[in-house]
């Protein structure tokens, strides 16, 4: 997986990552030889990188859909929902925090997803959730 972001994206003001962590465990990171699901070796956790001012690209330049889509609401916050989203192409992936495995079909989080899937179907677009080894497609 890589986690490479159109560079134009912008914060959403009054959003910041704040003690929220999510991206520096759920997903492969290639460069650290990081698989999903454990912490990067630079992160203390809930604090954050320990080597912010020095970290690569591949963490400088991301950010999540959370933090650049005002269209998600506070409910999507990472740190709440326990899930991290982010765009590649026509692909929307969600990162579901393996303790929290079904969180993603509760509600009101199914119901945005398969709207998600159908709003971007037309254009090829979709939605991918992983959690662990599973993946599911909406
Ligand atoms: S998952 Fe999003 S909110 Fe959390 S640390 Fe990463 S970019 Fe920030
Ligand atoms: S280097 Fe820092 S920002 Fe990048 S994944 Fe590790 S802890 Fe997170």
């Known amino acids: 997986m890589d986690l490479r972001m159109d560079h134009s994206s912008k914060t959403v003001a009054g959003r910041s990552c704040g003690t929220c962590t999510l991206c520096c465990r759920l997903p492969e990171i290639d460069l650290f030889e990081k698989p ?70 509760s509600e009101p989080y199914h119901t945005q997803l398969q709207a998600w899937a159908s709003e971007s179907e037309p254009t090829g677009g979709y939605v991918i959730v992983f959690w662990q080894d599973d993946v599911f497609e909406i």
């Open 36 to 105: 999903a699901n454990v912490w990067c070796r630079h992160c203390i956790e809930e604090k954050g990188c320990s080597i912010y001012e020095h970290r690569p690209s591949v963490c400088r330049d991301f950010l999540c859909l959370w933090m650049t889509d005002e269209a998600l609401g506070e409910e999507w916050e990472p740190a709440r929902s326990h899930m991290m989203i982010y765009r590649q192409g026509p692909q929307i992936t969600l990162l579901v925090d393996p303790d929290h495995a079904d969180i993603w079909c």
